[in-house]
């Protein structure tokens, strides 16, 4: 078949995401996005406006030009995008999204390519068969896959303590050896310490031998319903 000579190279669609360049046409929803607060909370505590919003689209579409690369526009795919304007879903509902209550914490949380996965207890353990056109150049797994990893394996084992999902606020990886495509890994979670506003879940690596080829850390912004708990819990 060949090629749309009308595609974008540059764009990418998964199951859940659609990865592509900016464009002038992403400025109304963009500027729906942008004028909540809590979305530029950390440095502004403010929304944006529509000069600024038009302003960092404008920036981001020139570099684009300029440079052949920037930051992607992420959105959901056509089967699970949420209208922005609207508020209301457009498509079926996502296997895992938006968590608003406090859920059962042996919620079967499968993300794609793991087996084995187990979560109980402030730890998480999964097996991970990274798929073939998840590699880099040199025929290893790409270092964002590996970090997706360890963002899932971590927000499994918060999981199972406080029994609801939680947003991912710092994200650290240490990539120790490479992994080669074809092989399998496990990776294992464990949470350091739940507080009051934020966690903290360490991740380890670890290829058929037992060797440690990546190790993460991820802090969590901690939901209000697990804040108002742990207020009304007798100490």
Request: aromatic letters at 8%; proline letters at 6%.
């Amino acid at each position: 078949m060949a090629a749309d000579p009308l595609a974008d190279p540059f764009e990418v669609t998964t199951e859940r995401l659609v990865l592509r360049r900016w464009r002038d046409d992403d400025l109304d929803d963009l500027c729906a996005i942008f004028a909540k607060p809590e979305v530029w909370w950390y440095p502004d505590q403010r929304g944006r406006d529509g000069d600024e919003t038009r302003t960092f689209l404008e920036r981001r579409i020139e570099t684009w030009e300029t440079r052949g690369w920037s930051q992607h526009s992420a959105s959901r795919s056509v089967s699970t995008r949420c209208s922005v304007r609207s508020g209301r879903r457009t498509g079926p509902p996502a296997t895992v999204g938006r968590v608003r209550v406090v859920i059962d914490a042996t919620h079967p949380y499968r993300p794609r390519h793991m087996s084995n996965t187990t979560m109980a207890d402030g730890h998480s353990e999964v097996t991970w068969t990274p798929p073939d056109d998840w590699g880099n150049p040199v025929g290893n797994v790409h270092g964002g896959y590996t970090a997706l990893l360890v963002d899932d394996v971590a927000g499994m084992a918060l999981l199972s303590v406080i029994g609801t999902g939680a947003p991912t606020v710092s994200l650290q990886v240490d990539y120790l050896h490479g992994m080669p495509l074809g092989r399998v890994y496990t990776a294992r979670g464990d949470v350091v310490r739940v507080g009051k506003a934020t966690a903290i879940v360490d991740v380890h690596v670890y290829d058929t031998d037992e060797v440690m080829v990546a190790r993460g850390k991820c802090y969590f912004q901690l939901p209000s319903t697990w804040r108002d708990r742990k207020d009304t819990t007798p100490s």
